[in-house]
């Protein structure tokens, strides 16, 4: 009887290991296709992704040419405001077109104004684009966007391999030539600047929240930028380097709201002193008793 027992048990034991196993298996399956391990970049990714050098300076004698033709260094947008640099090609028929139009919807739904309160680099890292095909890019986003003054506030670049090379080292941006589709293998994301040409942030994908973007550029301007509910949000608020987004300091919050707490009852005992003070005192007369 105990034979059997045990036996049932190892049958039972064996047929779990089997489902878990094969739930494992299906689990990695992707289309009928292996996925490798989570820290293990699929063929032709391998030199693929974004690493982030926060408060790295990008080289301002780095020279490039914008969307006129004209040779230009990095530094010469740097110095006055805070800016947003991100890197495409554009003949790209996939990710760049999307960063893109993510990049110009977001811009719409922050109040500040490109050529204004920031400027914005858009960068090709492939060294065959002209300035010809950088004008027809600007034409299309700038009037996206929508705004007057944009155009002298948003510069699209074209660069040789050597600058190219330089700047995408400095930012983190790991891409690859796929030679076999004539196209090249690259993450996205987009760098907010200071005035002063260090990395401040990062934020990832195609779509960049509004909010996320605003507070990076007030805080990129060190504050010259915004205003006072800026100033709250970023005390409320923190940069995770490792999503790329802005999340709420519970902490902080708890400390503002008892600070709003303590505020508002101070007003409340001095206006109530105050009343206190305006009420006339009933004098009795002399040799009046009190009851």
Request: aromatic share 10%.
């Amino acid at each position: 009887m105990i034979h059997r027992q045990n036996n049932s048990i190892s049958a039972k034991s064996t047929l779990l290991a089997f489902v878990l196993l094969a739930t494992s298996a299906w689990g990695q399956m992707n289309n009928g296709v292996m996925s490798p391990p989570a820290n293990t970049r699929p063929p032709r990714l391998e030199n693929v992704g974004i690493e982030q050098h926060l408060d790295a300076q990008v080289p301002p004698d780095l020279i490039f040419r914008d969307d006129a033709g004209k040779t230009v260094k990095l530094g010469d947008y740097f110095g006055r405001k805070p800016l947003i640099l991100n890197l495409v090609y554009y003949n790209c028929t996939m990710l760049c077109g999307e960063a893109l139009a993510g990049l110009s919807s977001a811009m719409r739904l922050v109040k500040f104004d490109v050529g204004n309160e920031f400027d914005v680099i858009t960068v090709s890292f492939d060294p065959r684009e002209t300035p010809e095909m950088a004008a027809a890019k600007k034409k299309d986003y700038v009037g996206r966007y929508g705004r007057a003054n944009a155009a002298a506030g948003w510069h699209f670049l074209t660069g040789q391999p050597d600058s190219i090379n330089a700047l995408t080292k400095v930012v983190g941006f790991q891409y690859q030539y796929d030679a076999k589709s004539n196209q090249y293998a690259h993450a996205t994301a987009i760098m907010v600047l200071t005035p002063q040409g260090r990395i401040s942030r990062y934020f990832y994908g195609v779509d960049f929240p509004p909010k996320d973007l605003r507070m990076g550029l007030v805080e990129a301007s060190q504050g010259k930028i915004g205003n006072a509910v800026d100033a709250v949000l970023l005390y409320c608020y923190h940069y995770d380097p490792e999503t790329g987004k802005y999340g709420a300091m519970v902490a902080n919050i708890l400390r503002l709201a008892a600070a709003v707490t303590i505020l508002i009852m101070g007003i409340f005992l001095f206006i109530l002193w105050r009343l206190d003070l305006s009420v006339p005192r009933r004098t009795l007369p002399s040799g009046a008793r009190t009851r």
